[in-house]
């Protein structure tokens, strides 16, 4: 195997020679290898950068698309688990970052517009706007996307897994 490519994809343009990874980078990468082979799924996987602890992998082919669920939470529900068995498995501190066939972008990108045209009804409403609950990686998403606007504040309230970003008017709040 001369690199981190298993799919072998023309998309795949961003890819880590497998000879770049340290041992237990190694590790988390065969795990997902084989959780791709055991899933029946169709799948595979491929390095997409370290930046240590974490280990980027996308998730392409086969059935992919159709095992994301609900916002992406059977992603982050792999994601999850794998990053489990790595922690009993590595000896070192390494972690998964899973995305598939390009989700997360995609998701983030979403979030974002989202943000941005609520923000535009806020400030002409002049009335808070509440999004529905979301995960904490993507509120995070909601506040950067907005931080720079002098006219809009964002907070989160509620406790999980029910909290949700409010984006005010920066006088409101």
């Known amino acids: 195997m001369a690199d981190a490519e298993i799919d072998?994809?023309?998309?795949?343009?961003?890819?880590?020679?497998?000879?770049?990874?340290?041992?237990?980078?190694?590790?988390?990468?065969?795990?997902?290898?084989?959780?791709?082979?055991?899933?029946g799924l169709g799948a595979t996987a491929s390095v997409r950068s370290v930046q240590k602890p974490y280990i980027s992998i996308e998730i392409n082919g086969g059935d992919t698309r159709n095992t994301l669920g609900r916002s992406g939470q059977g992603l982050d529900a792999l994601q999850f688990l794998l990053n489990t068995v790595l922690a009993r498995k590595a000896t070192a501190d390494v972690r998964l970052l899973l995305d598939a066939e390009g989700y997360r972008e995609r998701?983030?990108?979403?979030?974002?517009?989202?943000?941005?045209?609520?923000?535009?009804?806020?400030?002409?409403?002049?009335?808070?706007?509440?999004?529905?609950?979301?995960?904490?990686?993507?509120?995070?998403?909601?506040?950067?996307?907005?931080?720079?606007?002098?006219?809009?504040?964002?907070?989160?309230?509620?406790?999980?897994?029910?909290?949700?970003?409010?984006?005010?008017?920066?006088?409101?709040?």
């Open 8 to 39: 072998g994809g023309a998309a795949n343009t961003n890819v880590v020679p497998v000879e770049a990874l340290a041992p237990e980078q190694l590790k988390a990468l065969t795990i997902m290898q084989e959780f791709c082979e055991a899933s």
């Open 107 to 173: 998701r983030a990108d979403s979030l974002r517009q989202r943000a941005i045209e609520l923000a535009e009804e806020v400030k002409s409403r002049g009335e808070e706007a509440e999004l529905e609950p979301l995960p904490a990686h993507e509120r995070r998403i909601i506040h950067s996307a907005l931080a720079d606007d002098p006219d809009i504040t964002t907070y989160s309230e509620g406790d999980e897994p029910g909290r949700r970003v409010v984006i005010a008017p920066r006088s409101a709040h």
